[in-house]
């Protein structure tokens, strides 16, 4: 067993009371900005986060569907030629280039917003997702896979400018089917990741001005008129 002599102590006591003074002293910077927060908890009506995140999701599905369109291209051939449509497999591939350059660009921006968001974030209390989870482990988790599939998007833009401008630029398929078979799964990747933020906004009310009202005893019919 360890005996903490008396000085220890006193120097303990004493610790903690200069911290509780330089928390009171010295306040946090979301403090300076509290009073311009709105019932959503946020500094503007409309949250940024889930708008950049479907963004996101949209820009990459589409640039994967389009590859996978060109790559399989000798089987369509004929029935868009069939259907007179003017396309050619190089357009489907720019396609797919073009919108997985761009998701990987506003990427940085939806993680960035949904950082910002996080720290003004102020879930309903005692409630637990369909996994059992609290508000706090939910968003957790959400941050720290949010930041993973960032940098994965960006591994697999660079991978796939290396086929389109060196490994591949001479092929008429420019991307491998490994490279389609990782996409499909990161596509399914950011479906079960995106359920925990689906989950913060309807079991913990985050950033949801009626759950957010609600909690706080407010009259909806009052405030809507």
């Keep these: ?52 995140v479907h963004l996101t999701i949209g820009l990459f599905a ?9 790559a399989f291209y000798p089987f369509e051939k004929r029935i868009l030629r069939f259907f007179a449509f003017p396309v050619t497999r190089v357009g489907f591939h720019d396609v797919g280039w073009y919108n997985v350059l761009a998701a990987s660009f506003i990427t ?48 697999m ?9 060196i490994f591949r630029k001479d092929f008429g398929r420019q991307v491998s089917w490994s490279y389609i078979f990782f996409g499909s799964l990161i596509l399914i990747l950011m479906g079960l990741h995106g359920s925990l933020g689906a989950w913060l906004a309807s079991d913990f009310g985050v950033h949801i001005t009626a759950d957010q009202l609600l909690v706080r005893g407010e009259d909806l019919n009052q405030i809507f008129q």
């Design 108 to 155: 940085f921006f939806t993680v960035a917003t949904g950082f910002f968001e996080m720290l003004l974030a102020v879930p309903i209390p005692e409630v637990k997702s369909i996994l059992g989870q609290s508000a706090i482990s939910t968003m957790l988790w959400h941050a720290v896979g949010g930041v993973a599939i960032l940098f994965i998007m960006i591994s």
């Design 1 to 52: 067993m360890i005996i903490f002599n008396h000085n220890f102590s006193s120097e303990l006591s004493s610790l903690k009371c200069f911290n509780y003074l330089f928390c009171l002293l010295i306040k946090s910077p979301i403090s300076e900005i509290s009073d311009k927060l709105g019932p959503n908890d946020l500094p503007y009506k409309i949250p940024l986060h889930p708008n950049l």
């Design 62 to 70: 589409i640039g994967i569907f389009f590859d996978i369109v060109g």
């Design 157 to 165: 833009t660079i991978w796939r400018g290396y086929q389109r401008f």
